[in-house]
């Protein structure tokens, strides 16, 4: 049985879905019947409903922003729309939530209908279901069998403990490799979509047992083949290769790789690189390949996860972050002001930053580094999501694998910002006082004065002193200071600043007045804080 809200704010319609639907027949426990999406989201933790069936138009918030909020907290709940709103947008909001499907009251047919709907919706809950236990039972039999074994002895070879050369070989022959003439070709498979698919799994560890076992099916028939283990992001294989034989053993790799790229992406919508090494014949010589593999695998970050590359393909060199950090400020601020003005869409600051590191290609562990910075600096801010943590972040950032990937999750990130900084916009008290905030912190570095912004808003200089001050605990001219001394801190931490550059910047006239209102504020002078 399976839980199931409904949320409507027309009575006579939630109480005729409360009273006449035999909702056990179907498979369902009525969990909840609520009048309004809060009330709904309030239970809904308690409860966890599998399926809400939700009106649209509602006092507050509306049906899609409750199925919004739902996914945010990144649950699976399977959702339908019962509407009198015929119109395209709401259908087509609908289908981009990913609805299960749409329904207009008038032209519903309860009996029939809803016993039609509600028994497709549990036809995938079961699936689910069935997958779920299916990927739990293979967890558990790749477990019990070999699967540990090797991922040791992987570890132990990458990690460079002792494993007696002439036992090595032997080791690979136990795990299931037939014996060619004691050489052997190392692969490496990066993985990318690893953020969505962890997602989607819930937990890296079964990701990594439906990926290690779509992968087993494939070199099970294959004697040649024998896959070690997985260490997320990487997939670590060798095929049995005759020195002699190189050209036919590289050709039955590409073949079996091939089969392993085509398996993960339609099942598991994962893309994957392909990186071959050379023929060894030594322990030491493929521990060597697999960390150099691994490594190479990182120049596939600008090259949308090239498919097939061999140990020494040629790649432009990848440049350090010095460079890169020297412009961080001037992405704090952009990202700053399109928080504050969202007068255009993410993507275009987005876009430009992925050209402009693809364009010098650095290194990717430096764009991940300098990321990872600006959403810190980001969620000191702004208030996400509990889910959303810095150990999140810092997690699926190690996975990104390529430019496009990361392109997806930086937009990501940024409209969940932006759209957070819009709720707090849209249930401010005075709207006013939220635009006179956007209008000084877009322009902190102008001299600034109440009449001013005051015109900007068409108010009353007067009236608004007093509007603001009511509704902020301080008085215009304090809120001006206080915005000027926290961009001036910003500003005074850049290497390329001055004390007197920055005075300058903040429409300050008078060097020695802003140094006084600078240690006012924060107790210390400008160039004690700088460590002069």
Same mark, same amino acid.
């Given at each position: 049985?399976?839980?199931?809200?409904?949320?409507?704010?027309?009575?006579?319609?939630?109480?005729?879905?409360?009273?006449?639907?035999?909702?056990?027949? +179907?498979?369902?426990?009525?969990?909840?019947?609520?009048?309004?999406?809060?009330?709904?989201?309030? *239970?809904?933790?308690?409860?966890?409903?599998?399926?809400?069936?939700?009106?649209?138009?509602?006092?507050?918030?509306?049906?899609?922003?409750?199925?919004?909020?739902?996914?945010?907290?990144?649950?699976?709940?399977? &959702?339908?729309?019962?509407?009198?709103?015929?119109?395209? @947008?709401?259908?087509?909001?609908?289908?981009? !939530?990913?609805?299960?499907?749409?329904?207009?009251?008038?032209?519903?047919?309860?009996?029939?209908?809803?016993?039609?709907?509600?028994? %497709?919706?549990?036809?995938?809950?079961?699936?689910?279901?069935?997958?779920?236990?299916?990927?739990?039972?293979? +967890?558990?039999?790749?477990?019990?069998?070999?699967?540990?074994? %090797?991922?040791?002895?992987?570890?132990?070879?990458?990690?460079?403990?002792?494993?007696?050369?002439?036992?090595?070989?032997?080791?690979?022959?136990?795990?299931?490799?037939?014996?060619?003439?004691?050489?052997?070709?190392?692969?490496?498979?990066?993985?990318? *979509?690893?953020?969505?698919?962890?997602?989607?799994?819930?937990?890296?560890?079964?990701?990594? &047992?439906?990926?290690?076992?779509?992968?087993?099916?494939?070199? +099970?028939?294959?004697?040649?083949?024998? &896959?070690?283990?997985?260490?997320?992001?990487?997939?670590?294989?060798?095929?049995?290769?005759?020195?002699?034989?190189?050209?036919?053993?590289?050709?039955?790799?590409?073949?079996?790789?091939?089969?392993?790229?085509?398996?993960?992406?339609? &099942?598991?919508?994962?893309?994957?690189?392909?990186?071959?090494?050379?023929?060894?014949?030594?322990?030491?010589?493929?521990?060597?390949?697999?960390?150099? !593999?691994?490594?190479?695998?990182?120049?596939?970050?600008?090259?949308?996860?090239?498919?097939?590359?061999?140990?020494?393909?040629?790649?432009?060199?990848?440049?350090?972050?010095?460079?890169?950090?020297?412009?961080?400020?001037?992405?704090?601020?952009?990202?700053? @002001?399109?928080?504050?003005?969202?007068?255009?869409?993410?993507?275009?600051?987005?876009?430009?930053?992925?050209?402009?590191?693809?364009?010098?290609?650095?290194?990717?562990?430096?764009?991940?580094?300098?990321?990872?910075?600006?959403?810190?600096?980001?969620?000191?801010?702004?208030?996400?999501?509990?889910?959303?943590?810095?150990?999140?972040? *810092?997690?699926?950032?190690?996975?990104?694998?390529?430019?496009?990937?990361?392109?997806?999750?930086?937009?990501?990130?940024?409209?969940?910002?932006?759209?957070?900084?819009?709720?707090?916009?849209?249930?401010?008290?005075?709207?006013?006082?939220?635009?006179?905030?956007?209008?000084?912190?877009?322009?902190?570095?102008? %001299?600034?004065?109440?009449?001013?912004?005051?015109?900007?808003?068409?108010?009353?200089?007067?009236?608004?002193?007093?509007?603001?001050?009511?509704?902020?605990?301080?008085?215009?001219?304090?809120?001006? %200071?206080?915005?000027?001394?926290?961009?001036?801190?910003?500003?005074?931490?850049?290497?390329?600043?001055?004390?007197?550059?920055?005075?300058?910047? !903040?429409?300050?006239?008078?060097?020695?007045?802003?140094?006084?209102?600078? @240690?006012?504020?924060?107790?210390?002078?400008?160039?004690?804080?700088?460590?002069?």
């Amino acid at each position: 049985m399976y839980n199931v809200f409904i949320v409507d704010d027309d009575v006579a319609v939630l109480d005729y879905l409360r009273e006449c639907l035999p909702w056990a027949d +179907h498979g369902f426990v009525l969990a909840g019947a609520f009048h309004s999406p809060v009330s709904a989201l309030q *239970q809904y933790e308690l409860l966890t409903p599998e399926l809400v069936i939700t009106d649209i138009g509602m006092p507050g918030m509306n049906g899609l922003e409750l199925i919004k909020t739902i996914q945010e907290q990144g649950h699976l709940t399977k &959702f339908l729309i019962l509407s009198c709103h015929d119109d395209f @947008r709401f259908a087509q909001q609908a289908l981009q !939530l990913g609805v299960q499907d749409y329904v207009l009251k008038e032209s519903l047919e309860v009996d029939d209908e809803m016993a039609e709907l509600l028994a %497709k919706v549990k036809q995938q809950l079961d699936q689910e279901r069935n997958l779920q236990k299916e990927v739990e039972r293979l +967890h558990h039999e790749a477990h019990k069998a070999k699967f540990p074994m %090797k991922e040791k002895w992987l570890r132990d070879l990458l990690t460079g403990s002792s494993i007696e050369d002439s036992l090595w070989h032997n080791e690979l022959e136990s795990f299931g490799l037939v014996k060619g003439q004691g050489t052997v070709t190392p692969v490496v498979l990066r993985l990318n *979509q690893m953020v969505g698919a962890i997602s989607r799994y819930k937990h890296e560890n079964t990701l990594s &047992f439906a990926i290690s076992n779509a992968i087993e099916e494939i070199v +099970h028939a294959n004697e040649e083949a024998l &896959f070690l283990g997985c260490f997320s992001p990487y997939v670590y294989m060798v095929f049995s290769c005759n020195v002699e034989h190189r050209q036919e053993c590289e050709v039955r790799i590409e073949e079996i790789t091939a089969q392993i790229q085509r398996k993960l992406s339609q &099942f598991l919508k994962l893309k994957l690189s392909t990186l071959v090494g050379d023929v060894t014949g030594t322990r030491e010589g493929l521990r060597h390949q697999l960390l150099r !593999l691994q490594s190479d695998a990182e120049q596939c970050f600008y090259d949308q996860g090239a498919p097939y590359i061999r140990l020494h393909s040629p790649f432009p060199t990848l440049k350090d972050g010095e460079e890169l950090f020297a412009v961080y400020f001037d992405y704090a601020e952009k990202l700053n @002001r399109l928080l504050l003005s969202s007068t255009e869409p993410v993507s275009t600051l987005v876009d430009s930053f992925i050209e402009m590191v693809t364009r010098k290609r650095y290194h990717p562990k430096f764009v991940k580094q300098f990321l990872n910075k600006l959403i810190l600096d980001l969620m000191m801010r702004v208030k996400f999501n509990p889910q959303y943590t810095m150990e999140r972040v *810092q997690h699926e950032l190690g996975y990104i694998g390529d430019v496009e990937e990361l392109r997806e999750w930086l937009c990501f990130y940024f409209q969940q910002a932006v759209d957070i900084m819009d709720r707090i916009s849209k249930t401010s008290k005075k709207t006013e006082i939220v635009k006179a905030q956007k209008y000084v912190q877009l322009r902190v570095e102008q %001299k600034l004065s109440l009449e001013e912004v005051a015109e900007h808003l068409h108010l009353n200089a007067s009236y608004f002193s007093r509007l603001f001050k009511k509704e902020t605990g301080e008085n215009f001219i304090e809120y001006v %200071k206080r915005m000027k001394m926290e961009k001036a801190k910003e500003l005074l931490s850049r290497p390329d600043q001055t004390v007197e550059s920055v005075s300058v910047m !903040l429409g300050y006239e008078n060097r020695s007045y802003f140094v006084k209102v600078f @240690r006012e504020h924060y107790g210390m002078s400008p160039s004690q804080f700088m460590g002069e």
